[in-house]
């Protein structure tokens, strides 16, 4: 597995995130409380950083991961988010994509590891 460690202090973070907040808040106040559990465990994290985004080598925006953790990303998400994530590994040239849905009691997660 890619990153073992990494992934299970992530996802560690993410439970004690949401058992003290619950679920039902917006998903902005669990990333912002995220970003405080991740750096209290010692990890560097970036908050909404941008990516260029190019087409036919001219630039058509930005591409803005809710979090990169030790140059990882790490994103709320539904159902739907595992191709964007796909897509996100692409443009940043990252390796691994750790998907965290708050909105149940039980965390939900997924890794997302881009193909060699």
Same mark, same amino acid.
């Given at each position: 597995?890619?990153?073992?460690?990494? %992934?299970? %202090? #992530?996802?560690?973070?993410?439970?004690?995130?949401?058992?003290?907040?619950?679920?039902?808040?917006?998903?902005?106040?669990?990333?912002?409380?995220?970003?405080?559990?991740? =750096?209290?465990?010692?990890?560097?994290?970036?908050?909404?950083?941008?990516?260029?985004?190019?087409? &036919?080598?001219?630039? #058509?925006?930005?591409?803005?991961?809710?979090? #990169?953790?030790?140059?990882? #990303?790490? &994103?709320?998400?539904?159902?739907?988010?595992? &191709?964007?994530?796909?897509?996100?590994?692409?443009?940043?040239?990252? =390796?691994?994509?750790?998907?965290?849905?708050?909105? =149940?009691?039980?965390?939900?997660?997924?890794?997302?590891?881009? &193909?060699?």
């Amino acid at each position: 597995m890619l990153y073992p460690e990494l %992934s299970e %202090s #992530i996802i560690g973070a993410a439970m004690t995130v949401l058992n003290e907040l619950r679920p039902g808040l917006d998903e902005k106040l669990y990333e912002n409380a995220l970003v405080i559990e991740l =750096e209290q465990r010692g990890h560097a994290v970036e908050q909404q950083k941008q990516f260029p985004v190019y087409y &036919s080598q001219k630039k #058509i925006g930005h591409l803005i991961p809710d979090l #990169i953790v030790d140059t990882k #990303i790490v &994103s709320v998400f539904n159902e739907t988010h595992v &191709s964007q994530m796909l897509g996100y590994l692409a443009i940043t040239g990252l =390796e691994l994509a750790i998907l965290i849905n708050f909105r =149940e009691a039980k965390l939900d997660w997924k890794r997302v590891v881009k &193909s060699r």
